[in-house]
């Protein structure tokens, strides 16, 4: 495996969570008895361009062109898109005659916000099932993956983009360089890319490994998108920190020859990185270490809670959730079933685990002592949904990174 930036063929290893099923294959009960496929899932680390990648690639066609992963099904992602769109059009001054672009553009999440404040827009989804609903919602979205033929048809319909955008999708990409070279090609001269990525950093501090999955082939700190940018004959120019997935960064790109100047945030979390050690491997496998401990500790808490004959319900189906049941082994034995506000994924079941993923109404007829909250980056909307179930004396328990039981003085 090279190294997807920089083309590095010494890349370490540091953290394996073994072989495991795609995060949102959720499975057919009548596909219970057929052999689930399961691939590596290792993370290793360029010490030249330091860039964190997967070490194992499954193709794409695998895993997008049927997707169950709706991004409107969260109030908090709803809010959160329709605030990026905001803020964009009103630092780029867009108008009427702008175009924004999304690059996996999903249901149409972020479109919207863009198409709510008077942008021309058009999408690129791959998933047929999730364009559909986006098409259906009124967003014109082309039905592939982003590439050159997507890029011709987007200049035939609506000219050259004023602005770009890549949230959570620039990680999922195996050949970035070429994405980018579309990317350019799209571009006004003095448009601009945003991409919007779960932050190293916060991953590591924050312990939140379970956002390691076979979708996520890249986990990026500022340091190698900068490095990567410039070899692509563009400029990272603002960064920022957003909340989501439990700590992003948004990246702001331009042309080389671009008008917008280059802030002072990208040279201070360039510092901040350097400080941390994104660039020394002792971090890495200081974090891999400390992941097998928090594995110990939440078994061992759910096993305690199981062994005095409560009931324990999960609450949310996320990939990262499936990425946390299989590393820890957390079966039916543990927890009876999956409550989820996706209809795609309702009356499957989990990917490798097979826990039953059923609709919130299950709460009522099999009411749960514990909840764990497996969605942890909506557990405040999902305690304020749930909140009648905890004044009967339910509890929550948060996983990451710290394992917590909202109601319940744990044992240290």
Not at 76 to 93: G, P
Not at 183 to 210: N, Q, R, S, T
């Amino acid at each position: 495996m090279k190294c997807r930036i920089c083309g590095n063929e010494e890349l370490k290893k540091f953290l394996s969570l073994g072989e495991m099923p795609l995060a949102n294959s959720f499975v057919p009960k009548e596909d219970l008895s057929k052999k689930e496929s399961a691939f590596p899932l290792e993370t290793c680390f360029c010490s030249k361009c330091k860039l964190v990648q997967l070490n194992y690639v499954v193709p794409a066609e695998i895993m997008f062109k049927n997707y169950l992963y709706v991004s409107s099904t969260t109030a908090t992602f709803r809010v959160h898109f329709a605030k990026m769109a905001e803020d964009i059009c009103e630092s780029l001054d867009l108008n009427k005659n702008s175009l924004a672009v999304d690059i996996g553009s999903n249901d149409g999440i972020l479109l919207k916000g863009f198409r709510k404040m008077g942008v021309q827009t058009i999408g690129v989804e791959p998933a047929t099932n999730i364009a559909a609903i986006a098409e259906k919602d009124g967003i014109e979205t082309i039905n592939d993956f982003f590439n050159a033929d997507a890029v011709r048809q987007i200049i035939s319909r609506k000219g050259h983009a004023d602005v770009v955008t890549a949230t959570n999708v620039f990680a999922h990409v195996n050949d970035i360089k070429a994405l980018v070279g579309n990317v350019k090609l799209l571009l006004k001269k003095d448009g601009i890319f945003v991409i919007e990525a779960p932050y190293l950093v916060d991953m590591f501090e924050k312990m939140l490994f379970d956002t390691i999955y076979h979708e996520h082939l890249s986990y990026f700190s500022l340091t190698p998108l900068d490095y990567f940018f410039s070899s692509m004959g563009m400029e990272v120019f603002d960064v920022q920190k957003v909340d989501s997935h439990g700590g992003s960064l948004r990246v702001f790109v331009r042309k080389k020859e671009g008008k917008f100047e280059i802030r002072k945030s990208v040279g201070k979390m360039l510092e901040d990185e350097k400080n941390y050690g994104v660039n020394d491997f002792a971090l890495y496998n200081k974090f891999a270490n400390k992941v097998y401990g928090t594995r110990e500790r939440l078994v061992g808490t759910l096993r305690e809670i199981r062994r005095r004959g409560k009931i324990i319900a999960g609450y949310g189906a996320p990939a990262k959730g499936n990425t946390l049941l299989n590393f820890c082994n957390i079966g039916t034995e543990y927890i009876k079933y999956i409550v989820d506000d996706n209809p795609l994924k309702v009356g499957l079941l989990t990917p490798g685990m097979h826990i039953p993923v059923v609709g919130s109404q299950h709460l009522d007829q099999e009411k749960p002592d514990y909840i764990l909250i497996l969605a942890w980056n909506f557990a405040k909307e999902i305690m304020e949904k749930a909140k009648g179930y905890a004044e009967q004396g339910a509890k929550f328990i948060i996983p990451l990174p710290e394992v917590i039981i909202v109601g319940e003085q744990l044992a240290k």
